[in-house]
């Protein structure tokens, strides 16, 4: 299932991607991060939430909404 990953070799291991991660494989080993410009608030998600124009986000893997730009800046 997309959003999920398996880290071991174990039969129905799979777990849910956390917060600022996510995949789009199915049976993947690991979950990607969101990128910079990008969030995700929820957990087992199939790809991060990109920033509206007037907001941004200067980290990877955030978990939170993206930041109002500053006039001028």
Known sequence: MSG????T???DQCKKCTMGTFTKQKK???CLDCPEGY????K????CIACVV?????KTNSVSDCKVCIAGH
Do not use: C, R, V
């Open 39 to 42: 969030y995700q608030e929820k």
């Open 44 to 47: 087992g998600q199939l790809s």
């Open 54 to 58: 007037g907001k941004y986000n200067d």
């Open 28 to 30: 993947s080993a690991k």
């Open 4 to 7: 999920m990953f398996k880290p």
């Open 9 to 11: 070799t174990t039969p």
